[in-house]
């Protein structure tokens, strides 16, 4: 069955540092695959997806991520946070042109020191 | 609206009441999805409509829910005889293209969240 598994469910970094964020899926193909993110009291926000070619994919407030074939991950990563960042993020696969099935991971939290 | 709308904000219900929640999804989005998501995890899918139809709610943990969207736009969850593992946010989300996600992700709520005492 397909899974999801975001090993680290905090993480804490000092603003102005770089940030990477792990995921790693379980699926018998390549799918689709998306980060989310979820500030305290809100909904989800999409901030990129991989669904084919360039496995680096850029996403919204300077996020991005990079799709690796061989190691079934799809890590998040920034080069400098900012104090806004954090929050909780998820990421999720889903198959391909089935977005009724994503399946989302348990989220890591992320603390910014000032 | 500019978003999807879900009310109440807020519900604390006792146990073995009924509780409805509302999404409003974005309009002429074709899907909505609906979410559970229990303290500190991830949204677990619930069920998923396309229009009016309910295409899948295989994720429902009981029969004590339910949902509906019959005219394809507003959509309610409704858990009847509430209990205590019920406790959790509800989220709705919608996105305009049912077979790919590609040019149409999914948009969030903010989300229910219920507390049953």
């Keep these: ?114 | 609206g500019a978003g999807v709308s879900q009310s109440p904000r807020y519900k604390v219900a006792k146990r073995g009441q009924d509780v409805a929640l509302r999404c409003d999804p974005i309009s002429g989005h074709v899907s909505l999805f609906w979410y559970q998501q229990a303290l500190g995890q991830g949204p677990e899918f619930l069920t998923y409509f396309q229009n009016e139809a309910q295409l899948d709610k295989s994720g429902l943990p009981s029969d004590r829910f339910f949902a509906e969207r019959p005219e394809g736009s507003v959509s309610t969850l409704k858990i009847q005889r509430t209990q205590q593992e019920d406790s959790a946010v509800y989220l709705c989300a919608s996105s305009f293209f049912s077979e790919s996600s590609y040019n149409s992700p999914l948009h969030f709520g903010n989300g229910t969240r219920l507390t049953v005492t």
Aim: with cysteine; glycine share 8%; proline share 5%.
């Design chain 1, 1 to 114: 069955a397909q899974s999801v598994t975001q090993p680290d469910i905090h993480i804490t970094v000092s603003e102005g540092a770089s940030l990477e964020l792990r995921c790693n899926y379980s699926y018998g193909a390549t799918p689709y695959l998306f980060w989310y993110v979820q500030s305290p009291g809100q909904g989800l926000q999409l901030l990129l997806k991989y669904f084919s070619g360039d496995t680096l994919v850029q996403g919204i407030k300077g996020f991005e991520a990079e799709f690796k074939r061989s190691q079934s991950s799809f890590n998040l990563r920034k080069p400098s946070v900012h104090w806004s960042d954090a929050a909780e993020y998820f990421c999720a696969v889903a198959p391909m042109n089935r977005d009724d099935k994503i399946i989302f991971g348990k989220g890591t939290r992320l603390h910014i020191l000032p």
